[in-house]
């Protein structure tokens, strides 16, 4: 009897080769707010914590220094006392389907490369890195996208996005905003005006600046929100949001139905990365492998 | 003669405080370069109470300009990158000097040697160096002037 696998067109690659080698780090008595600069100045969602041997302790993320603003900690308490520890690791010969098993099983969006012999970090996997992949591939293939193929065979959006939005008023505290995101474990949520209409995101991001710049967790959200919000229609070509949060350098967009104001979902990186196929269904067949 | 940092400094410089938007920093990068009559790519970043708290230079304009996933984009034939400089600046709006500043800043005395600083710009890669005095900033040495001090040492 023939054995069908369903494989992911990252099938074959090792973690070495999908890996980023720019490692951002900070010592365990390095402060919260220091923390929070590196993470806007270097643009990654958590820094890894080490000891003075230069040994991995845990991870910083910006939903770690959420929490911290929730809690009211002061800005220049050291990393170490909310730092989740030990961090996940995977090994550069490993396969990168293994790793993002691994990511998908524990619910984290990034893993760290051990080289085992140092025990130190010499690369770190996320969830952006791997959409990168994803779309290099779509973008080189030669079955995909505008190479005289049917719209009916590109992926849109809609088969993709999460299919919920949490939207919160625009006086809403940011108190109330951390709680939601906390609880439904989304990046940014929706902000609406008193007419019902969205009129901007709060991201994890525009909190842990808000913390830096010692905003009251009592403030309305409009006050940091980001405006106008990114958004994609739900039919739009699931390549050209892609290509669009690249450019934008956004990790999400939220996602409308017909009408700008009609949002019915969200795309975000991490739903691209756990796709983990092509932007087409030529990758359908190819990911059909009769043994 | 001409051997100590107190030579080469520059004592009349532009400062930034850290709850400068980013916006504001970039102009007064502008008028700093148009008054000195030379491009200025660093400047030191002073409290209200005048202690130096940070570095702030082109290259960390750079890197909050630069999208993150830009090496992709090699590939992207068919963007329009337009609008780049103008998403940057939307999106950094929230921010300000101390939130992307360097804060590790490595300073130096009026009486440091020549030498020193020469030692100090190529093992750590900076071309700026603060001058303190009894904790107080009285200048700033370039990398430039060092080296146009030095060729007219050598020319001499």
């Known amino acids: ?291 | 003669m001409g051997l100590r940092a107190s030579d080469v400094m520059e004592t009349n410089f532009y400062t930034l405080l850290p709850q400068t938007p980013i916006a504001e920093a970039v102009k007064i990068f502008k008028q700093a370069s148009t008054e000195k009559g030379q491009i200025v790519f660093g400047m030191m970043v002073i409290d209200q109470q005048g202690n130096l708290v940070g570095m702030l230079s082109m290259y960390d304009i750079f890197l909050l300009i630069r999208p993150k996933h830009i090496h992709i984009w090699g590939e992207m034939s068919d963007i329009d990158v337009s609008g780049i400089i103008a998403q940057a600046c939307q999106r950094a709006r929230s921010l300000v000097v101390g939130d992307i500043m360097t804060t590790e800043v490595i300073t130096i005395t009026p009486d440091t040697h020549l030498l020193s600083i020469l030692d100090i710009m190529l093992k750590k890669h900076v071309r700026r160096l603060p001058v303190l005095e009894g904790g107080n900033v009285v200048g700033i040495v370039y990398m430039s002037r060092v080296f146009d001090h030095l060729l007219e040492r050598l020319a001499g």
């Not at chain 1, 002061?74 to 990168?96: K, Q, W, Y």
């Not at chain 1, 130190?120 to 996208?145: E, H, T």
């Not at chain 1, 104001?261 to 269904?281: E, K, M």
């Open chain 1, 1 to 291: 009897m023939p054995v069908i696998h369903h494989q992911s067109v990252l099938k074959g690659l090792t973690v070495q080769e999908a890996m980023r080698r720019s490692l951002i780090q900070l010592p365990r008595q390095a402060s919260l707010e220091q923390a929070i600069r590196y993470l806007i100045k270097y643009k990654v969602n958590a820094l890894l914590i080490i000891n003075e041997q230069h040994e991995p302790l845990g991870v910083v993320s910006k939903t770690d220094l959420m929490g911290a603003y929730y809690a009211g900690l002061p800005v220049d308490a050291p990393v170490e006392t909310i730092m989740v520890g030990p961090p996940l690791f995977c090994h550069p010969e490993d396969s990168l389907d293994a790793a993002l098993e691994t990511m998908r099983t524990h619910r984290v969006h990034r893993l760290y490369v051990l080289n085992e012999a140092a025990q130190q970090a010499m690369g770190v996997l996320a969830y952006p890195d791997i959409v990168g992949l994803l779309y290099r591939f779509c973008n080189k293939c030669n079955r995909s996208i505008s190479k005289n193929q049917d719209l009916a065979d590109r992926f849109q959006v809609r088969e993709v996005m999460t299919p919920a939005v949490q939207a919160y008023g625009q006086d809403a505290s940011l108190a109330e905003v951390m709680e939601g995101l906390a609880a439904y474990r989304f990046g940014a949520v929706l902000i609406k005006n008193l007419r019902d209409l969205p009129v901007g995101v709060v991201s994890k991001t525009d909190l842990i600046i808000a913390y830096k710049h010692g905003v009251s967790p009592q403030a309305e959200a409009r006050t940091i929100m980001n405006s106008p919000v990114q958004s994609c229609d739900q039919e739009d070509l699931l390549l050209a949001a892609l290509q669009k949060m690249i450019f934008a350098d956004v990790h999400r967009l939220f996602v409308y139905q017909g009408q700008p104001q009609h949002l019915v979902g969200v795309l975000s990186l991490s739903d691209v990365a756990r796709f983990r196929s092509g932007s087409c269904r030529a990758c359908l067949i190819s990911r059909v492998k009769i043994d």
